[in-house]
């Protein structure tokens, strides 16, 4: 994601092509991929079995999906105050997958339901189909509030966690369980001056 140029790049091999949005083209638009605009678009989330690549839309407050297959961008949720980091979650207890958000604004991690749809073999007419979520109606994750400016996250398969890097105060690193046991402090006032992201090994 080009945040200054409010586009989606792909890199193949040492070439670097726009695949969503038109350079420094600031808007607010679904439809064709190349057409669709796009405002300080910050986190990605791919979906690579089924072919989908969410964004978060920074800008307008919104989290948008392409369809890789169908080069077709619809909005999956609207009315975040500033969504920035994404990250693909298993739900147990369906085919599906929850999107976690960051809202940096309101300091929370917020769960987004994705239909089961989305990730039926054949479904290539979601995202387009969908009707965009009101972001005031979804729910925090269990420890996943009061931090300050949540920008960066990532899912931990392994220890069934997401893990979140703060953008202000302390700038601290937090691991949060998900089964809703709280969260845990990783790291305080980091060697880090600006947005980190994480990787665990």
Do not use: C, M
Request: charged fraction near 15%; aromatic fraction near 6%.
């Amino acid at each position: 994601a080009d945040v200054t140029r409010h586009v989606i790049l792909a890199l193949h091999g040492a070439s670097v092509e726009v695949i969503w949005g038109s350079l420094n083209a600031v808007g607010d638009s679904d439809g064709d991929a190349l057409s669709a605009r796009l405002s300080s678009p910050f986190g990605l989330a791919l979906a690579g079995r089924h072919r989908l690549l969410f964004v978060a839309d920074s800008g307008n407050g919104k989290v948008r999906a392409l369809s890789i297959t169908t080069n077709e961008v619809a909005t999956v949720a609207r009315n975040f105050l500033e969504p920035k980091a994404l990250a693909l979650v298993p739900d147990d207890l369906t085919d599906s997958q929850d999107l976690f958000v960051t809202d940096a604004s309101q300091g929370k991690i917020l769960r987004l339901p994705l239909p089961s749809e989305a990730f039926a073999l054949g479904a290539e007419e979601w995202p387009s189909s969908h009707v965009a979520v009101n972001a005031n109606t979804l729910a925090a994750v269990t420890g996943g509030s009061g931090l300050n400016r949540p920008s960066w996250l990532i899912y931990w398969r392994l220890g069934q966690a997401v893990i979140v890097t703060e953008d202000g105060g302390a700038r601290q690193i937090f691991r949060i369980p998900l089964d809703g046991s709280g969260r845990v402090k990783l790291l305080q006032a980091g060697p880090f001056n600006g947005h980190a992201g994480v990787q665990p090994l």
